[in-house]
Nanobody, 125 residues
Framework: QVQLVESGGGLVQAGGSLRLSCVAS????????TAWFRQSPGKDREFVAA???????YYGDSVKGRSTISRDSAKNTVYLQMSSLKSEDTAVYYC???????????????????WGQGTQVTVSS
């Protein structure tokens, strides 16, 4: 079983950048498809980005072109680099993992078995 811990959230001005980290323990992250989701009050959990076991990357429409997901196997960490941040990016960001790829379902939060506790990102305008 893998345990996930997110960090890197905080308060940032609109137009700024932020890098979120998801550190895994217990298992190697390269054995999992890993994704970032976000949720703001009153809204459903939203897919942000995912990286498959083979390294393929996928992005939600709301962050495409502004975000990069990557994995550092040596550190057993997945990163989400976000730039040109907007007030609507304000949310709690969660890291999630599952054992299989199957890209057509990467955006479905219900398909992930392991979750971190979340990290708050607040973008001030």
């Amino acid at each position: 079983q893998v345990q996930l811990v997110e960090s890197g959230g905080g308060l940032v001005q609109a137009g700024g950048s932020l890098r979120l980290s998801c550190v895994a323990s217990g298992r190697t992250l390269g054995s999992y498809a890993t994704a970032w989701f976000r949720q703001s009050p009153g809204k459903d959990r939203e897919f942000v980005a995912a990286i498959t076991k083979s390294g393929g990357t996928y992005y939600g429409d709301s962050v495409k072109g502004r975000s990069t997901i990557s994995r550092d196997s040596a550190k057993n960490t997945v990163y989400l680099q976000m730039s040109s941040l907007k007030s609507e990016d304000t949310a709690v960001y969660y890291c999630a993992a599952r054992r299989y790829d199957f890209p057509p379902t990467l955006m479905a939060s219900m398909t992930y078995d392991y979750w971190g506790q979340g990290t708050q990102v607040t973008v001030s305008s």
